[in-house]
Every structure is written in C-alpha cells, then in structure tokens.
C-alpha cells in the first residue's frame, strides 16, 4: 500500500528521499540506501502518468500477441507429443525410459521463451515509432520541408527572424505558449514601414547566405539570386524580397501587359493574385524613377522628365494607365533601360554618348509610342514656353535635350556598396527570364535553408540581448587526427588511381565548380596552371591553401570542425551589432561596419570594437590538443597546422598536457624527472618591425598547470577532456566531437537554447540541453548512407522520445550543451576509467540523471556530425559501441539506476540502453537454440517418430516465433523510426523511395552484419570483460582491405559462427526427414541462409574492387604469406598469424573462473555433432551399441597422434635422417590409403559417410581447440600448445580455402566487379572510377610500350 502511494504521489517520495530526519530514515529503512546518489530522482505525476501509460499499453499489446498467436496454439500440440510413446531411437539413447518426451517438448518451446523475452524490443520499435512521430508532428518538423514550401512561407519569414532572432523591446509581448499556439504559430507580415525590422532580416539573412557562398554551396549567381538589399533604398518604401522570388515575375507582367487590350482592371487584378510579382512591379517602377531622376542633371531635361512621372503617377492613381497609354511599346522601353543597366554597371567614360542616345530613344518611346502623339503637344509648349525660343520644331527640340554636357550625371563618382547592389538588383529582375525555382540547386544548401526556416516556426525561448545572455564555451577532444590535408595527401593516389581530390571533385561536382569560381578560375586546366605558377614564384601559395581548405571542409578534419564552431564567434558578433546599434548603424548595415572596421579600430570604443568585447565576453573555444606540445618539438605537420588555425581564429585557444624535463629538487644527485603541465596557448600577437628579437614566437602561454603525474591514466578521450576543461569559462559548456561541424544559420539560434536553463522542463531545471545531428557523410557510399540513416533516426526520433515522454535520454554524442557549474560540482562532464568507461559520454548523462539532474531534447537547432563510411570502419566502432554497453551492463551506475527508478522507467532505462544489445544478443541466441534444437531432433529420430504430430509438421508459434526473430535479424528495428523520422522531414513518398532504394542497395546484408558484430563483441565483453578503445580513422574509404585484413577483423565475429550455423543447416538438410514442401519451412531456413550467407561474405561484398582478378591475385599471396609467418616478441598481428592467434586469446588471459567455465561448457556443443552422426554411418550398421561413439574417439586420437609424430619427426629426423623420414612418411600414406579401400571393399562404407564422417569430426576438432585455449597454462605445462597451434593453423587454413574460393570464382566474370562498384557508390564516383580505370590502363600500356 505505501508502495504504491509513494508511485502515484512521486512529490512525497522525493521530499522523503531527500530527507536526512532521523524518523524518515527509519521509515525508509526498506528502500533508502546511505547513498548520496540516486535520490530524489522521481519525476511529476504528470510525467509519471505519461511514461506509466506508454507502457502500460506495450506491455498490454505484447502479452496478448505473445498468448494469443505463440503461446496458446502450441498448448495442444505439446499435450500430443507428451503423449507419444517413442521406442526407437537412431542414436545411443541414456533415457529410453524417460517419460513425457521432455527432450522435444524443450526443443520447440527454447527458441518461443526467448523470442518471448526479445520481442518486447520489437514491440517498443513500433511504439516510439509511432509516438515519436506524434510528438514530432506537434513540434512541427518538416512543415517546410522543399523550396516550394519556403516560398510560399516567405512572407512570414521576416516576421519570424525577428521574433526568435532579436531580443523583444520593451513595448512588444512576450509569445503566447500552450496548445493553441503549438498548433498555428504565426508572424505577422512586416510592414513596408517598419525598417528596422526589415534591416535586420536583412542583415541575417544575408550573412547567411554569404556563408554559403563561402562554404561554395552556391555560386555568385545563387548568390544575386537570394541576397536581400543590405543598403535598403528608403525611398522605395516597400519590403525588397531577393530576387530569386521575384526572378522573372517583370518579362511576364511585361507580355501580360502587352497583351491587356486596355483592361487596366483585369490586369491589375492578374498581378495581385501573385503578391510576388505585384511587389516585383512596384519595385522596379520605384526604382526606374529613382535611376533617371538621379542620372538627369540638366534643368530642361528635369522639367521633362518630372512631368513624364507625374503624369504616370496621376494615372495609376486614377487606375486608368492602360487605357489612356499604349502599353505594347512597354518591352522596347524595358530592353532600352537593360542596355542603360549594362552601361551602368560597367560605369566607363566612353560609353557617355551611348548613354545619351539611349536617353533620347527612351524619351521617344515614351511620348511617341506610349503617350501617344495628342500628349507631347502640352509637353512641348510648356518647354517652348519655358525656354521663350519661338518656331523650332518639337522634333530639333526633343533631338537636343541631354546631349548637353551637365545634362545627365555619368559616369558615376564615388560608386557606393549600395548604388553596385541597387543596380545589380535591378539587372536581375530584369533579366532573368527563367524562373529561379531550382535555387539554391546544391542540396545540402536545401536541405540546410529549409530545416532553419522549419525551425524559426518551431517553439524556442526568446533570445535575449548578447550581453544578457548565459556565456558558454565549446570544447574539443582532439588526438592525432587530420588537422588539414596536405597537397600530397590529396594528390597521391590509390592502386586504383584515385585520389582523394579526384574523389571529391566526383562526390561534390558542383562544389567543386563553384570553388573554382570563387578562385576566378574558368576550368581546373587553368586553376592548375596558376597553382604551377605560384610554386615557380616561391611566393605565398594562397591558391594551395584555398585548395587544402576546400578538401580539408569535406573531410573529417580538425579544420573543418573550427570552422564550424566559430561560426558561434561571428554570429554573437553580428547579434551584438543588431542589438547596440542606433537606427543611423543599422540602416547602414552590419556590412558597412565590416568593411569600416580598420578606421573604426583606431577611434575610442567604436561599435565594431564594442561587439567584439561583447563577443569575447560571452564565448569561448577551447580545443584540447592532448600531444600539441610532442607535435611541436618533433616539428609535427600536424602542431604547424593548429598553429596555422590559431593565427586564422585569434579567440580559438588551444589545451595541451605538456611533458618537461627539469632537475630533481628532492635528490642530492641531479636527475632529471619529468614534470606534466595543463597549458593554454593562443596565437601570439605579431612582433613590430622594429623588435629586437629575431625569432617570431606563434604561439604564447597563457595558463601553466602543474600536474602530479601523468595527465591521461584512464581512457584517452575523456582524460583529454577533463585535463582542458578547467580552461573553459561561462555558464554552459557544449562538448563537440573531432568529427562535427556546425552552420552559421544555427549558431545564430545559441542564444535562445541556452535560454532553456531557465525554462520549465518538469521538477528540475535541465542539466543538459540535448541537440539534434545532421550526419553529413551520407553521400560517400552506400554503406555511409545506410549509416547515416540509422544514426539520424536515433539522434532525432529516438532521443525525442527519451526526453519526453520516458524521461530516460542520457548523453549520447557530442552537441549536448552541459549546466557546467552542475557539473564541475559534480565530477565532471566525462568519467575515465580504464575500460569500464570505454563509452565514455553515456557515463555523463548517468552521473547527471543519478545526481538529481535533468536532460532535456531539443529539435529547433542542429549540429552536424561526420560517421563512418567503410565497413571495416562502421564495424570496429560497432564493436567499440558493443564492449561499451557491454561494460555499462557491468557498471554500478545502471545498477543503481535499475533500483531508483520506478518500475516503467526502469523498463524505458532497460530498453533503450543496454537491453536493446541484450535482445540483440538474444536474437542470434535464437536462431542456435532452433537449429541445436533441430539437430537433437535430426539425429536422435525422434523427429521421424513424431513425423504425424502438429507441432512438428506444421508450428505455425514457431513459425511466428521465428518471423519476428528475422525481423530483427535484417534491420527492421532500425528501419521503422528511420522512415517515420525521413516521413515526417522530407514526405512519405521520399521515405518509401529511401526504404526500397536500400532494400535494392543491400540493406538487410549490412544490418544483418552489423547483428553479428554486436552480438560477439557485446556477449565476449559480458563474458570476460576487457573492453578496449578501437581507433576507427576518419578517412574516406576508397581504398581495398586485403583478404587477410578482412580475415583478421572478422574471423571470429563473423566467419567462425557462420560455418558453424552452415554445419547446422547442412546436418539438418541432409538428415531431417521434415515439411520439406511447405513454404514454411523455406522461409525458416531460407532467413538463417541469408544470415549465413551474409556473415560469411558480406565484408567481401561492401570491400571496393572485391571482385577484380589481380586483387583476388595478390590477396591471395599476401594470404598465404601471413598464414605461414612465424610469431613471436615484437612480431604485429598484422604480419604473421601466429602473433594474431595469440592476440585473438588476450581476453582470456584476464578472464575470472566463471568466463572460463562459461567457456568451456560453451564450447562442449561441437561434441554433439560427432555423438550424433556416429551412428547414421552404413559402416555402423544400425549398431547403438555405446561402442560406436568410444570407437570414434579412438580413431580421433589416431589421427591425432599421426600428426603429432609426423611433426616431432620432422624436428628430429628431416635434418639428419632425409630418407628415413620419408620412408615413414610415405607408409603412413600408404595405411591410410589402405584402410580407406578396406572399409569402402568389406563394410560397405559410401561417399557419403566419408562426408558424415568430415561433418562430425571436424567441430569435435574445433571444440577441442577452444577448450585447450580456455585451459592455455594447463595445457602450456603439459607441452602440448605447439600442437594445438598447429591444430589451429590447419582449421585457419581450411576456412581461408571456403572463403576465398567463391570469392574467386566470382572474379572470373568481370561485371560482378561492375555490379558491385555501382552498388557501394554513388553514381558520379562510379562513373568517375570507371573512367579512371580506363585511363589507368592506358598509362599502364604507355608505361609498358616505352619500356620495350
């Protein structure tokens, strides 16, 4: 009873729990620990109620489809067989006698129990699909989700740039919150009159998009296309949209125009119903006028012009322009003004006469053509009565005007920025006659300018001013990455002749071309003739550098990285110029503050000194280059380049541990120790020209820390980290991974996340602010993009619906933004034990959680993250993700976490941490108990005795039982979220084509391969521990992984178990006497030969050039080379296989009894192979006589003991005793031959029981292997460990054999090689490498022609 008031009443728990009264204490004596953590964790009611009802309705859901379609329909069935009498066995039975047939009633019931236990993973992959969904939905993704989308929301964009980005002035209210405004948030359109709002749209806006431009996602022309007017023109008094809304409204008002027939009503109203092109029309009126009254000087030609207008003017207003004016001369006028336009902007003296005739040819179409003759008669009197000349005629006096020399103000001195932009505007919507439908056209620049825009119009705090602001800092773990290719990185190329350059340019070709415009370069042929140019000058290489940057920004690099995160700096910069700037500043544009900034430096706290202080004030960025100091002693590439990015960014700081030897205090002899310092450099102020010392120092110290020892004892990422982090300043700390990137776009919206502090997020106040990622390395390959696909829908609809409704999202990557004063109070923001905390990010968000701290989510700002693209790559860090969660299963943080959390939380914690590798581990499990169970079944005959019985003919539970297992097996938990998240981003029609282009792309191979990796790395850890970190690398995988690598990396994961479900699936082929026909029976085994299949080849698959014959040639030696190296002290895994297959045993050197009991009752399974299939020989004649299976044995020892004194001959007598040994050799031969023809001659023994024989002795051979490595220090003393390396060399060898010979066969024909390149890459890269091979081949023959 008090139990379950203190569950629906969670308010009275806390405040118990929290209590240190002697009374409460022994109240809760039952369920309070003497723990400082873990208490008071509970949550609202409200939230309770969530999170209990989510689950309430899956356990629901489960327990009926368990009883209903598993459980129920095998109760009869079970009944029947425990009711059969079986008497004849095929096997030696221990318990003929035995009663109820428990044995099979086993068999079919394991794999139900444990799909029964697993399923619930399945049935929660449905759920939080659903309700991730659902919330997603309310948090408004994918509202605008195409450009189609943003424009027809344009309008409102202004209004919502304002409202989120610039703090509120004191008059406006605040935003309204709750349902109503979840469901239509809406910004009122700015007025024409309201310029600063406009100005600051534009300023935004615009910064924007020149970060595109110079991030080369667009090119110039993009660029005209979507800038705003930074200086925006006051007299025009509307809002100027950019000209890629309004790109080619002006040509088709122009024909519609001309095609009125006097309708002026009817026009108008054609216009209107397009707000675009109304506002395209009244702005290039207003700017027409503005052009020529600036241009015309002369007195008389004013006096012209000004009536011209306000004759226009008089009749717009009266509404009858088109019927008093002739508008089919209207496109002559607008090619007139074009060519002026052109005139303009070239802005040369020599074009002035041009200019003056185009003057005069305007002002004729305008009075002959469009007023009409009856209206030039007023306006020739009223110049005639002007100028008091009598009798000239109108046609002299019209030839006269602005050819005089004051008439008409060109060229144009000064050039404003904002006179350029005006007429460039201008010359755009003009000209442009396409529509600009398809801009930008870069796609990530759509996808980067769609979700910003989505997200303006999703629920986020208001910003506050940049000096009320929270401040915060980033920090960055780095180790010995890439910091910035080199040329000769970029250049050098692979065996098959690809360079990472050459790749690039194939993965992003239009990148790559607006790069070279951005270098004005016109083709690549040029670009390299200045790049040869400048080598030759031996000048600065500024075109290298522009080249290295443009590579290193599409790697993972430490550069790229930068970059990204500074973004933060220049965003801050431009915030704080919106908010301190008076209306004179910001109607001159943050631009101009740019472009004034060195004469502002000099003036006493200008606006532009001001913002920066402000900035300085409010972030920080600290990178912690762990071997910065090693790097710059040894004159490291690497410790130049961070140099190089701290002259770049002169706030970036840069951490290091720094190593120094100095004397001895303490001892009397001088010996030198060495002293750790923490050290925080920046760039160094460059030295005046007149300083005395020659040496330039780059870099200065900052702070020196003295440490007691060694920095990194523990793991080295978070070791790394918690060294820097003292370093750091500000409220909020965003830890940021080496291989993320960030956006200008989001960095403007840092202000209103760190808001959320402040904001109601349940009990507590957040902790940790949970940050959306975009993976940005799904174009490399398939494999990248299957990826990445996983990882987005975890980071988006996963993690959303952890943080709300579960209550149980951690810390799982790297944009999380930490309380850091909550944290550095509480152990810091990563823990670093050896191998314990190999995941080391997660330990974060637990110690949080357990410390009364809560993690929120957020989805209205992103960051972007670089992932895995090569399968051995994704592999090992599945496998680093596996030891982890295998570890964290061990730990006593999800100990007490399981204890303090009420009973459905706990399930949330269970199912989304290390339960979801627990029922991946069951899954495989799965399919071993089935098919073991089969073999019990095959080889005793008690599957033919119950042939007739239901439950063994035709089990449909089973067959349920087994469908979902192979549901998990090919990726389906993942599937389910991923399309949900790619539904509602991008549509659901984007989604289905996604999910059946991966189906077509080999999908389930990969996820059914990436089963295998978690299962054996996950299960391994929990058996034996000894988790260790696996460097994946960062680099773009184009190159091949040699047979051997592959072999070594996966033999034990993947290629031991697939031979070994291949053996089960043969035995129960060959043996079973089953529904052979039915479908059933098919899909059962057709899913565990798929896995087979896949485990065995898929690496052979997903690996470039897999299939090209002189690869499968050189692998094959490179193979048989390591097979046969010896081992040894000092020897790699990499170079002999001896040193690999005593490396491949480390983890049970440390293993406890119980791993290595574990292992030896696991590994007693290969027995029942040779028990089993002893007795189907012909040679055994129906015996089941015990003897049989005693005979095996011997003759296992035979063969045993041939080959242990053939190879202690060889020691002793091949030196001394050549023929003898032969001799021997040849007789032993010679029995065996013997033998063979003997027992083939009298007991008539077949092929097929010489192929029973090999399938039951050689895992007895394997299950002995194992139990003599479990049992190496016995077996060590005993003398025997040569033999069984030995032993282990030939199953190597034979597996080698199995694996390579399909591999080979298949690269006989050519266009598998074909098949597979378009499989794993992208189109362009494929096009690009087969073109590359051909031009490959050429040089080859060249090569070899010129050598004859």
């Known amino acids: 009873m008090l139990a379950a008031i203190l569950f629906l009443f969670p308010f009275i728990r806390r405040f118990l729990e929290r209590s240190n009264y002697r009374i409460v204490m022994l109240m809760m004596w039952w369920s309070q620990p003497r723990l400082y953590v873990g ?27 368990s009883y209903y379609v598993e459980i129920k329909p095998l109760v009869g069935p079970t009944k029947a067989i425990m009711n059969v009498k079986i008497r004849n066995f095929q096997w030696h039975e221990f318990f003929p006698r035995a009663k109820d047939n428990l044995g099979v009633v086993i068999a079919l019931w394991a794999p139900i129990i444990l799909v029964y236990f697993m399923d619930t993973q399945i049935w929660y992959a449905i759920f939080s699909t659903l309700f991730g969904g659902i919330y997603g939905a309310f948090r408004r993704l994918g509202e605008i989700r195409t450009l189609g989308m943003l424009r027809s929301r344009f309008q409102s964009l202004p209004g919502a740039f304002n409202a989120c980005l610039i703090p509120l002035e004191k008059t406006e209210q605040t935003k309204k919150k709750g349902l109503k405004a979840t469901l239509s948030r809406n910004f009122a359109e700015i007025s024409p009159n309201k310029e600063k709002e406009a100005a600051r749209f534009a300023q935004l806006w615009n910064k924007i998009i020149t970060s595109f431009r110079e991030e080369d996602l667009i090119n110039n022309r993009e660029m005209g296309l979507l800038l705003v007017p930074y200086w925006a023109d006051r007299d025009l008094d509307l809002i ?74 008089r009749h717009i207003e009266a509404g009858d322009l088109i019927t008093e004016y002739r508008m089919s001369a209207l496109p002559g006028l607008s090619e007139h003004f074009v060519k002026l336009i052109k005139y303009l902007l070239d802005n040369k003296q020599e074009d002035r006469d041009q200019v003056v005739i185009l003057f005069q040819d305007m002002l004729e179409v305008m009075t002959r053509d469009i007023m009409m003759e009856d209206h030039i008669s007023s306006l020739v009197d009223s110049i005639h009565g002007g100028s008091g000349h009598e009798g000239m005629t109108p046609l002299d006096q019209q030839y006269q005007l602005f050819a005089s020399s004051g008439a008409i103000k060109f060229p144009i001195h000064p050039v404003t920025e904002a006179w350029k932009e005006k007429i460039n505007r201008l010359d755009l919507l003009l000209t442009v006659k396409e529509s600009a439908m398809d801009v930008p056209s870069n796609l990530d620049a759509r996808r980067r300018i769609s979700f910003f825009s989505n997200s303006l119009f999703m629920n986020m705090p208001t910003a506050p001013k940049v000096r009320n602001m929270f401040s915060f800092s980033v920090l960055t773990p780095y180790y010995t990455e890439d910091v910035l290719f080199s040329l000769h990185d970029l250049e050098v190329e692979n065996e098959d002749g690809v360079s990472i350059l050459f790749y690039l340019q194939k993965i992003f070709p239009d990148e ?24 030759e000058l031996k000048g600065p290489k500024e075109l290298e550098e522009e080249l290295r940057l443009w590579a290193s920004y599409r790697g993972q690099t430490l550069t790229k990285t930068v970059r990204g995160m500074m973004y933060y700096r220049k965003a801050l910069e431009l915030q704080a110029f919106l908010d301190m700037a008076h209306d004179e500043d910001l109607m001159e544009g943050y631009k101009a503050v740019e472009l004034n900034m060195e004469d502002n430096s000099k003036g006493e706290r200008s606006l532009w000194a001001q913002c920066q202080a402000v ?6 960025y600290v990178v912690s280059c762990q071997q910065y100091g090693i790097h710059k002693r040894s004159g490291d590439t690497r410790a130049q380049d961070i140099l190089k990015l701290l002259t770049t960014y002169p706030s970036l700081r840069v951490a290091y541990v720094d190593e120094v030897e100095e004397p001895s205090k303490e001892r009397p002899k001088k010996i030198n120790q060495k002293v750790y310092y923490s050290a925080l450099v920046k760039a160094a102020l460059p030295k005046s ?12 110290v900052i702070y020196k820390i003295k440490l007691p020892g060694p920095a990194i004892l523990g793991e080295g990422k978070p070791e790394n980290q918690n060294h820097a982090i003292i370093f750091t300043r500000g409220e909020g700390l965003q830890t940021i991974d080496m291989n993320q990137d960030n956006y200008m776009e989001e960095a403007l919206k840092m202000r209103n996340l760190l808001q959320e502090f402040l904001e109601e997020h349940g009990v507590r106040p957040p ?85 009364e701290g809560n993690v929120t989510h957020h989805e209205y700002i992103q960051v972007g993250k670089g992932r895995d693209v090569g399968l051995n790559q994704i592999s090992m860090f599945e496998a680093k993700i596996a030891n982890g969660n295998g570890e964290q299963t061990l730990s006593r943080d999800i100990y007490r976490l399981g204890h303090r959390f009420d009973f459905f939380r706990m399930l949330s914690c269970y199912f989304t941490t290390v ?63 991923m399309l949900m998240e790619i539904g509602l981003e991008r549509g659901f029609r984007t989604a289905l084509s996604d999910f059946i282009l991966m189906q077509l792309q080999l999908a389930p191979v990969f996820f059914t391969f990436s089963l295998g990796t978690k299962t054996h790395y996950y299960g391994r850890t929990l058996l034996h521990g000894g988790a260790k970190y696996r460097p994946t690398g960062r680099g773009f995988v184009v190159f091949h992984a040699k047979f051997a690598e592959n072999y070594r990396l996966y033999s034990r994961s993947h290629f031991v178990k697939g031979m070994e479900m291949m053996l089960l699936l043969l035995v129960y082929q060959i043996f079973g006497h089953s529904y052979r026909g039915s479908v059933a029976y098919i899909f059962i085994t057709v899913s565990m030969w798929f896995m087979v299949g896949t485990w065995l080849f898929a690496p052979f ?37 001896e040193s690999w297959w005593e490396e491949e045993q480390e983890h049970l050197k440390y293993s406890g009894k119980r791993g290595t009991i574990a292992e030896i009752v696991l590994a007693l399974r290969f027995f029942i192979y040779q028990y089993g299939l002893v007795y189907h020989l012909h040679i055994a004649e129906k015996t089941k006589s015990f003897l049989v299976y005693g005979i095996s044995w011997l003759v296992i020892f035979l063969i045993l003991f041939v080959m242990k004194t053939v190879s202690v001959g060889r020691r002793r007598f091949s030196a001394n005793f050549q023929l003898m040994f032969r001799l021997i050799k040849g007789l032993i031969f010679l029995t065996f031959v013997s033998i063979l023809v003997t027992l083939i001659a009298l007991p008539h023994m077949t092929v097929q029981d010489i192929i029973v024989c090999i399938l039951a002795f050689m895992p007895t051979g394997w299950g002995l292997l194992l139990i003599a490595q479990a049992c190496k220090p016995m077996v060590h003393q005993a003398g025997f460990w040569g033999s069984v390396r030995t032993l282990a060399r030939g199953y190597e060898v034979v597996m080698g054999l199995l694996l390579f010979t399909p591999v080979a066969f298949l690269a006989w024909f050519p266009f598998v090689s074909e098949f597979q390149t378009r499989m794993l890459f992208n189109q362009a890269f494929s096009r690009g490498l087969q073109i590359s091979r051909i031009l490959g081949g050429q040089r080859k023959d060249r090569a070899s022609r010129n050598k004859e």
């Open 39 to 65: 208490r008071g964790m509970h949550e609202s009611t409200f939230s309770l109620f969530k999170y209990t009802m989510f689950w309430v309705l899956l356990i629901i859901t489960k327990l009926a489809f």
């Open 240 to 313: 100027q949209w950019p000209p890629f809304l309004l790109a080619s409204k002006i040509p088709i008002a122009l024909d519609m125009a001309k095609d009125s027939n006097g309708k002026d009503r009817e026009l108008k109203k054609r216009i209107q119903t397009d707000n675009y092109m109304y506002c395209a029309v009244r702005e290039c009126y207003a700017s027409f006028r503005n052009i020529i009254k600036f241009l015309v000087q002369g007195a008389r030609e004013k006096e012209v012009i000004d009536y011209i207008f306000s004759e226009v003017d």
């Open 512 to 535: 790559w071309s607006n790069f070279l415009e951005r270098v004005k370069c016109r083709n690549e042929e040029e670009f390299r003739m200045k790049l040869q140019k400048e080598e």
């Open 615 to 620: 900035t300085d004030m409010k972030f920080t």
């Open 689 to 700: 020209s007149n300083s005395s010392d020659p040496v330039q120092i780059l870099d200065q």
């Open 767 to 851: 902790t940790i602010l949970g940050l959306r990622e975009h993976i940005f390395t799904g174009s490399v390959s398939s494999l990248a993009w299957f990826m990445s696909n996983q990882e987005t829908s975890f980071v988006t609809i996963g993690q959303r619906l952890l943080a709300n409704p579960l209550k149980v999202r951690f810390h799982y990557g790297h944009p999380d933004v930490f309380d850091r004063l909550f944290h550095l109070t509480r152990g810091g923001v990563s823990k670093a034990s050896k191998n314990i905390n190999l995941s080391e990010d997660i330990f974060g968000g637990f110690n949080s959680t357990l410390r």
């Open 915 to 977: 339960g979801f590798y627990f029922s991946t581990l069951i899954t495989v499990l799965t399919v071993y108990v089935f098919l073991y169970g089969r073999l019990y079944l095959v080889l005793s005959g008690l599957e033919e005795g119950l042939i007739t019985q239901k439950a063994i003919r035709d089990n449909k539970p089973l067959q349920v039982a087994l469908a979902s297992q192979s549901f998990v097996q090919i990726g389906f938990l993942m599937a389910l979220p």
């Open 1101 to 1137: 698959l997903f690996n470039p050039s897999g299939f090209e014959w002189q690869k499968i040639v050189d692998d094959w030696t490179d193979w048989n080379k390591w097979i046969s190296n010896r081992g040894g002290i000092g020897v790699p895994p990499e170079k002999s296989w």
